[in-house]
C-alpha cells in the first residue's frame, strides 16, 4: 500500500482543481479522466498523450488505485458475484447479471455497513469505511472487462447506504455517465436507499435523470423498525412526503423494493398497509422473493402470498412487478460472499 492518495478518491472538480494547482490547462482533466474512466488506465505511465513532466508531477502526488479480485462465484443463469480486496485490505462485493442484450451491475458503495437491517449478512458485520468514487466505477468497469461487455445498468444496491456517502456516490454516477466514462444513461443509473431522507431530498435536485430505489420492505412503522433500525428515526409518513415530492419535483417514478418475508410483512394487513402507502403516490413496487440468509431466521414468502400481493396492487391501479431470481445457486444477497469467505464455509 503507497501512502499517496489515490487518484480516484477526487471527483471531476477535485480533477480540475488539481490541474488547476499544477499549472496546466484545464483540458489535461479530462484526458486524465477519460485514462482513469474510460480506458482503465492503471498508472499515470500508461497516459501516454500526457506531458512525461505532467506524468511525473502526478506520480510524485497521487497513485492510481485498483481492486484486486479476491473470489468469484458464478451462476447458471449467468450471474456472476464478484469479492473485490482494496488498496487497504478491505473487501467489497459486486455483481454482474446479465439478461439479453443488458448487463446490470449492483456495486458497493461502503465496506460494511451501518444501517443493521435484519436481514442483511453484510448489516450484522457492521460498518467499516466509505468508498471513494473510484473504488464504486472500478466495480463497474472492472465487471464489463470480465464479462467482455458492455455495462448498461449500474445500481448503488450493493454493500452500505449510498446517501450515508452521497457526495462520493453521486461523483461515480457522474464518472459512470460520462462520455469520457462508459457513458451509461442517467435513467439506467439508479441509487437505491433504505429511506435516508436528506438524501432523498438532495436527490431531487440533482440535474441528471438518476433514478431512485428505496427499500421500503414494510408500510407498518414497527415492522419497518425491527426489519431496518438504522432508519427508524424517519418516519413512514416523512418517506412518503419525501417520495411524493421527488416525484413532483423530477417527474420520476421512485421504485419501492419489498422483500416478501414470510410471517414477517406478508400478511393481510402488511399488504393493506402497502396499499395505503402507494395509493396516490406516483412509484413502482419491486416484490423480492427474499434471499435466506444464513442465521437470519427469515425465510422466503410463500408464492400464493407473493401472487395476493401482485393481485392486489394491480386492483388498486398500482404499479408493480416481480424481481427475477437471480443467482440463487451462489452466494447472491449482499454480504453473503465476503461472509462465507471469512468463515471458510
Ligand atoms: S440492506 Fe443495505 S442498507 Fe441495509 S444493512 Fe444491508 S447493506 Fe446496509
Redesign the pocket.
Known amino acids: 500500500m503507497t501512502d499517496r492518495p489515490d487518484i480516484k478518491s477526487l471527483d471531476r472538480a477535485g480533477i480540475e482543481r488539481l490541474v488547476a494547482e499544477l499549472g496546466e490547462p484545464a483540458f489535461r482533466a479530462r484526458q486524465i479522466i477519460r485514462w482513469l474512466y474510460g480506458r482503465g488506465a492503471a498508472s499515470f505511465e500508461d497516459m501516454s498523450d500526457l506531458p512525461a513532466a505532467l506524468r511525473a508531477k502526478l506520480e510524485s502526488r497521487y497513485a492510481v488505485g485498483s481492486l484486486a479480485l479476491e473470489a468469484s462465484e458464478t451462476s447458471s443463469d449467468g450471474t456472476r458475484k464478484y469479492l473485490w480486496r482494496l488498496s487497504d485490505g478491505v473487501t467489497v462485493e459486486s455483481v454482474g447479471i446479465p439478461a439479453g442484450d443488458r448487463l446490470t451491475v449492483c456495486f458497493s458503495t461502503q465496506a460494511g455497513?451501518?444501517?443493521?437491517?435484519t436481514?442483511?449478512a453484510?448489516?450484522r458485520g457492521g460498518f467499516v469505511r466509505n468508498l471513494t468514487p473510484g473504488e464504486m466505477t472500478d466495480q463497474v468497469l472492472r465487471i464489463s472487462d470480465d464479462m467482455g461487455r458492455r455495462v448498461s445498468n449500474a445500481v448503488a444496491m450493493?454493500?452500505?447506504?449510498p446517501f450515508a456517502n452521497y457526495e462520493a456516490t453521486l461523483a461515480a454516477l457522474r464518472y459512470l455517465n460520462s462520455p469520457d466514462g462508459p457513458g451509461i444513461g442517467a435513467r439506467h443509473l439508479t441509487v437505491s436507499t433504505?429511506g435516508i431522507l436528506t438524501g432523498i431530498r438532495r436527490f431531487s435536485t440533482e440535474p441528471e435523470q438518476f433514478t431512485l430505489a428505496v427499500?421500503l420492505h414494510s408500510a407498518i412503522q414497527r415492522t419497518r423498525d425491527t426489519l431496518?433500525p438504522?432508519v427508524r428515526s424517519y418516519p413512514l409518513p416523512q418517506l412518503r412526503e419525501a417520495l411524493s415530492a421527488y416525484a413532483t419535483q423530477t417527474g420520476r417514478r421512485p421504485t419501492l423494493e419489498y422483500a416478501l418475508i414470510a410471517d414477517v410483512n406478508d400478511s393481510d394487513a402488511a399488504l393493506s398497509a402497502l396499499v395505503t402507502f402507494c395509493r396516490g403516490l406516483l412509484c413502482h413496487v419491486n416484490l423480492i422473493p427474499v434471499n435466506p440468509v444464513k442465521g437470519s431466521g427469515f425465510a422466503r414468502a410463500a408464492e400464493s402470498r407473493t401472487r395476493v400481493f401482485m393481485a392486489a396492487l394491480a386492483a388498486a391501479s398500482i404499479e408493480s412487478s416481480l424481481r427475477a431470481e437471480r443467482g440463487t445457486d451462489i452466494s447472491a444477497a449482499?454480504?453473503q460472499l465476503r461472509q462465507k469467505r471469512l468463515s471458510g464455509d
Request: charged share 5%; glycine share 32%; proline share 0%.
Open positions: 455497513c451501518a444501517m443493521g437491517c436481514f442483511c453484510t448489516g450493493g454493500q452500505g447506504e433504505c427499500s431496518m438504522g449482499c454480504g
